[in-house]
């Protein structure tokens, strides 16, 4: 056992009390990052829970706590068939809620290309740019209510490469928010990360808020690892970091457990 590995079991699960705490504590995870290393590849995800997440990190910016001037990112998934520059392809909402905030360039940003001809091509490409670029130092996960994690819906491969995906019913309604409430405007494909791609990353760390999430983050966590769950394989990463609110954490036979070793964690382990 390395003095690294003491204490943090494979999946860390950390309780806070709102979405807004979530937010702080990862970004203050960013920031160590990239104190650490100022270059970091950070993955990032879409959604609405990430969001407290890039305006903390966002508010650290602007108060001068840490320099993200350095920093690269990449988009986790992308829907395909969108047209160029749609407010809701995954490259706009990175754009406009992660790298415009931030002060990034775009040049410091890489996502796959949903509008490409060859879809399987442009599927190959993005996990070579990755790989290219030294790999996702951290990557940051929603999860869906079906336990998909980017868009590897129940039952893709746990070792799966960057491919294209058919969305599930559940998710096109969950998503059709974005579209107006229209279930008609949600794209059935699209292109993610796939579980061994995902995994690649030096660290994960997926943020879950609200009661609709419950069941699939205590089957990620204390469900046994199975495709059928894609959020389980985090239980396959040496070091994966779940954080919750308390509604998101409701399910968990282990919550006091979880609480215990968190309050117990020593400082310098950081996330
Ligand atoms: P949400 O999406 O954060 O909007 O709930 C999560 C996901 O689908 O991964």
């Not at 993005?126 to 998909?148: E, S």
């Amino acid at each position: 056992m390395t003095f690294q590995s003491i204490g943090r079991p494979s999946v860390e699960v950390v309780i806070v009390q709102d979405a807004k705490a979530g937010g702080e504590l990862i970004a203050r995870g960013i920031a160590d990052l990239l104190r650490r290393k100022p270059g970091a590849l950070l993955g990032v995800a879409t959604g609405s829970t990430p969001l407290p997440v890039y305006e903390a990190l966002t508010a650290q910016v602007r108060a001068g706590d840490v320099d993200v001037s350095r920093a690269r990112i990449a988009q986790l998934d992308e829907y395909v068939g969108l047209p160029a520059g749609h407010p809701e392809s995954y490259r706009s909402v990175v754009l406009r809620e992660v790298v415009e905030p931030l002060g990034l360039s775009p040049d410091s940003f890489m996502g796959p290309d949903g509008s490409a001809e060859d879809v399987q091509a442009a599927c190959e490409a993005y996990d070579a740019a990755l790989a290219a670029a030294g790999g996702v130092d951290l990557q940051l996960l929603g999860i869906g209510t079906d336990g998909h994690i980017g868009f590897n819906e129940p039952c893709s491969s746990l070792a799966s490469r960057t491919r294209i995906k058919t969305l599930t019913e559940r998710t096109r309604v969950d998503n059709a928010r974005f579209f107006g409430g229209d279930i008609a405007q949600v794209p059935h494909h699209v292109i993610t990360q796939g579980i061994g791609t995902i995994l690649e990353a030096r660290h994960l760390v997926l943020l879950a808020t609200g009661e609709g999430k419950a069941e699939a983050v205590a089957a990620t966590v204390e469900g046994p690892v199975a495709a059928v769950c894609p959020a389980s394989a985090l239980q396959l990463h040496p070091h994966a970091t779940v954080v919750v609110d308390e509604a998101a954490a409701s399910k968990l036979k282990l919550a006091d457990y979880f609480r215990h070793t968190y309050a117990n964690k020593p400082a310098w382990q950081g996330l």
